[in-house]
């Protein structure tokens, strides 16, 4: 499978060799006749289906690629627009200060000043027309629409895409929260800057399921993959949904992010994936012992002073209308950039410096046919940094993969710590194979489950990977989730699951006897109200409640909002009682104030909210069902929904070797033009728990076309 994965890749690279066209050249100024000109090089077909989502044809993945920017422009430019400035280190030029501190890190960390120098020789053919093909439909989009501000940020060149693979997965590993831990001083060399993310942030988005259920398990004999990641709601991370096929191989619909140029999750009649954010450890921190605490010239390695490199950063920050030159020199050592604190001088070294792989395993992975070729795409490009991939095909295959581009450690260091800088033991020495890595491929207990929790917990007993079997540096997930909680009492006690079991498993809004607002809840029973009558009546609700997050439910109010403030959004901090009746307290108080009553239904106060209008809906925060909201009790009297399930999308291979798949998105395709139909069309479905069936055929979307065009002809 490898080989023959092998040979499609170089045909394919062959192919765009030899008909890639050329985009504009680096530090060309942009101009409408020249994106034309380009433009004319690809052909792509899109055709918008009666919910506005773009379906995309073309005969090279170059031309999808360009089908897709063009129609993801018409409907999402803002965001792809910051997603290429945050790559560039030039996002606040246009945001201001909000984009301060994201520009100094990108620059900082220098991948973007990689990619410009090093694209051409880097960048692997197949690779470099997708991205150019990607670009040039931005740039064509901006040619065509002179009335908005585009042109400030074109042109877009392929430079532009490949450093958005390079910059952008260090966000889902944590790498921001470990720098600024370092510049907070946050870090010591007792407790791991690791840690101090931990226990300082949480984040919400950061979520997200993955369920599949192989014939042996299905009571008809199906196969069926749930992708569902847990975005924000709105912004630079949050799903677009498109259909993609090209003749190239990629035959898919599924979501993925502004300024991506192929599919990150999804599914198709062959094949599918989910993914869920996992927490490997993909840096180290090293105090380095230097010259001059304050200002630093040389630091030690082996006994020997070694020069830093130096170079000057330089971005400018919008402040009052106008760019505010900012400037300062950065350094770096072997081992990574460098942080001079109060502390003292740290260096990190983290995971994807320099790598061009990334969207060369994208694409292995959209073209791919089945679980083995995803599994040789994995060890093929090794690329991608971190996430959970829950995997699944029409020929019954199902898999689960902890993904990590997995450094080399030399045994010994304690690498929840801060590590010596001034030895080259501590240094990496090149990478894992994946295949060291936890995995549990076609189960023989016949499902898959993954919800953020630990790799040693994603099937049945007899198929899970055992803790001795990796090495303490891989830092396996330890992270206990409702969800997964939840998926393993579920998929676990079921051996013949149905069609209509498979959908309620997923939508499941209940919260497990393990979970932490469960033993809240049961702890509160242990407390004394005294003389205290209105402590005594929000401890009653508390009491009654079913551990249920539905739509009628009186009792789920009170509890779920008071465990997340007394244990963060997601519910995962520890448990403290203090601190849990405060929050009691003053949740009810707050309802008390909001609502009249400690008691409202679930319905009254989560909803989901879009275009001046709301809608009640089942879930909450850690659960299957996962709405996590956030606003103003007082003013709104609700809280909408920001983040937890947004895209979904299940895949249903018949063994007849049929095939349904049923998505849905949280709002809909017009992301930020709210005087589209559009803009909030699938938002009542959404809240509903209901689905749509794309048309997965061109005769199909065809006949319910709202638009057919090609871009630039």
Not at 209 to 223: E, F, I, K, Q, Y
Request: glycine share 8%.
């Amino acid at each position: 499978m490898l080989r023959s994965l092998t040979l499609a890749a170089s045909a394919i690279a062959l192919a765009a060799c030899a008909t890639a066209p050329t985009g504009f050249a680096p530090g060309a100024p942009f101009d409408a006749a020249t994106a034309r000109s380009i433009a004319a090089s690809y052909d792509a077909r899109v055709i918008r289906d009666k919910f506005g989502v773009p379906h995309i044809y073309g005969k090279r993945n170059a031309d999808v690629a360009y089908g897709l920017a063009y129609a993801h422009a018409e409907d999402d430019w803002k965001n792809i627009e910051e997603v290429v400035r945050s790559s560039r280190g030039t996002l606040s030029e246009i945001v201001g200060d909000a984009g301060a501190k994201s520009d100094d890190m990108i620059l900082a960390l220098g991948n973007t000043d990689i990619v410009n120098r090093e694209y051409d020789s880097k960048t692997s053919p197949q690779s470099k027309a997708v991205a150019e093909g990607y670009a040039a439909g931005l740039n064509l989009w901006c040619a065509e629409h002179p009335e908005t501000s585009c042109a400030r940020t074109m042109p877009v060149t392929g430079r532009d895409i490949i450093a958005g693979f390079v910059n952008r997965p260090m966000s889902f590993y944590g790498l921001e929260a470990e720098i600024d831990s370092l510049l907070s001083g946050r870090a010591s060399m007792e407790m791991s800057t690791r840690q101090a993310f931990i226990n300082t942030t949480d984040d919400i988005e950061l979520g997200s399921n993955g369920l599949a259920v192989a014939p042996s398990r299905s009571a008809d004999g199906h196969t069926r993959l749930a992708a569902n990641s847990h975005q924000p709601y709105e912004g630079r991370v949050a799903w677009y949904e498109a259909r993609l096929k090209s003749e190239e191989g990629i035959d898919l619909i599924g979501g993925l992010f502004p300024g991506t140029p192929i599919i990150l999750t999804g599914v198709g009649p062959n094949f599918g994936w989910a993914s869920t954010v996992n927490k490997p450890d993909l840096f180290d921190t090293f105090k380095l012992t230097v010259d001059d605490e304050k200002n630093p010239t040389k630091y030690q390695l082996d006994g020997a002073w070694k020069e830093f490199e130096r170079k000057q950063i330089k971005y400018n920050v919008l402040r009052n209308g106008a760019l505010v030159p900012v400037e300062r020199t950065a350094l770096s050592s072997i081992q990574g950039p460098v942080y001079i604190t109060d502390k003292g001088v740290f260096a990190m070294s983290y995971v994807g410096k320099g790598d061009f792989k990334h969207l060369d395993q994208y694409l292995a992975i959209n073209m791919a046919k089945t679980i083995d070729d995803w599994r040789a795409a994995q060890i093929k490009y090794n690329a991608i940094p971190s996430v959970n991939y829950i995997v699944g095909d029409s020929k019954g295959g199902i898999a689960y993969f902890w993904n990590a581009h997995m450094p080399k450690r030399t045994p010994g260091w304690d690498r929840t710590k801060v590590l010596p800088g001034d030895t080259s033991e501590t240094l990496w020495k090149g990478w894992e194979s994946p295949t060291t890595l936890p995995s549990v491929i076609r189960p023989k207990s016949g499902y898959i489950v993954n919800a953020n929790n630990s790799p040693l917990l994603p099937s049945g007993p007899e198929d899970n990977p055992k803790a001795e079997n990796y090495p303490k540096d891989y830092a396996l997930d330890k992270l206990v989730t409702n969800r997964g909680l939840r998926a393993q009492e579920l998929f676990g006690a079921d051996t013949s699951i149905t069609r209509e079991e498979f959908f309620a498993y997923k939508m499941d809004d209940r919260y497990a006897a393990g979970s932490n607002v469960r033993k809240m809840q049961a702890d509160f029973k242990n407390v004394d109200p005294g003389q205290d009558a209105d402590l005594k009546a929000a401890l009653d609700i508390v009491a009654a409640w079913d551990g249920r997050a539905d739509m009628e439910n009186r009792n789920a109010a009170l509890t779920i909002f008071t465990g997340q403030a007394a244990m963060g959004s997601q519910i995962h901090d520890a448990y403290n009682r203090d601190k849990a009746l405060k929050a009691l307290k003053e949740t009810a108080a707050l309802l008390r104030a909001s609502h009249g009553r400690l008691d409202p239904k679930w319905s009254e106060v989560s909803r989901v909210a879009r275009g001046g209008q709301s809608w009640p809906t089942n879930g909450g925060p850690d659960t299957l069902r996962a709405v996590y909201v956030a606003g103003d009790l007082m003013k709104d009297k609700f809280r909408s929904g920001r983040a937890g399930d947004t895209y979904v999308a299940i895949a249903d291979w018949a063994p007849d070797g049929t095939y349904r798949i049923d998505t849905i998105h949280q709002y809909g395709s017009a992301t930020i033009d709210a005087a589209s139909p559009h803009y909030a069309d699938q938002a009542p479905i959404f809240a509903a728990e209901k689905w749509k069936q794309p048309p997965m055929t061109l005769e199909g979307v065809v006949a319910e076309a709202t638009r057919d065009y090609r871009p630039g002809k």
